[in-house]
Antibody
């Protein structure tokens, strides 16, 4: 069974930084394209970043470009999101999600990031 | 880039059939696969339809997906509605740069 588990969320002050992690199990992590998706309180889903299975291709939503960095360590079945210069608008539940051709998207349970003074 | 537009809410009675639309604004709906994700209150999303019309194992065959190029839209149809189907449903597709694009979500009420 495919499992994705996020960690690293918490309370951070505006302007601060945080690193989220997502660990996969039950599947060949290195074959999956991975993304981060967030959901602000009471709002819809917002895609924020993508990384190819090899880590070579990376993209970001305009809302986080230049502030967030996605990376992965296939040897450790792990995905990361480094978040800098956080603002209150970044307050959300952050989900990691994995894709491989021919299979449905797999989602983690989410980790809450609260940016507040 | 493009947008995906969904109705804000739909409601139907138990046992009936409901169809949720997802219209692509700019570009061809058939250019990239469409997924449908279900999100129950307080829970993470789960995928109920992938690659336009494929159903993951464990998802009842009451759920089906389709794409219509003439209306440039995708649809999620749920037949034999159950109260447990109450959720927000998000359509999602990709652009040419692997970026995901979500619709705004449709709240389904089964009453």
């Amino acid at each position: 069974e495919v499992q994705l588990v996020e960690s690293g969320g918490g309370l951070v002050q505006p302007g601060g930084s945080l690193r989220l992690s997502c660990t996969g199990s039950g599947f060949t992590f290195s074959s999956y394209e991975m993304s981060w998706v967030r959901q602000a309180p009471g709002k819809g889903l917002e895609w924020i970043s993508y990384i190819s299975y090899s880590g070579i291709i990376i993209s970001y939503a305009d809302s986080v470009k230049g502030r967030f960095t996605i990376s992965r360590d296939n040897a450790k079945n792990s995905l990361f999101l480094h978040m800098n210069s956080l603002t209150v608008e970044d307050t959300a539940v952050y989900y990691c999600a994995g894709d491989v051709s021919g299979d449905p998207t797999s989602w983690g349970q989410g980790t809450l990031v609260t940016v507040s003074s | 880039n493009f947008m995906l537009t969904q109705p804000h809410s739909v409601s139907e009675s138990p046992g009936k059939t409901v169809t949720i639309s997802c219209t692509r604004i700019s570009g061809n709906i058939a250019s990239n696969y469409v997924q449908w994700h279900q999100q129950r209150p307080g829970s993470a999303p789960t995928t109920v339809i992938y690659e336009d019309n494929q159903r993951p194992s464990g998802v009842p065959d009451r759920f089906s997906g389709s794409v219509d190029s003439s209306s440039n839209s995708a649809s999620l149809t749920i037949s034999g509605l159950k109260t447990e189907d109450e959720a927000v449903y998000f359509c999602q597709s990709y652009d040419s740069s692997h970026n995901w694009v979500f619709g705004g979500g449709t709240k389904l009420t089964v009453l």
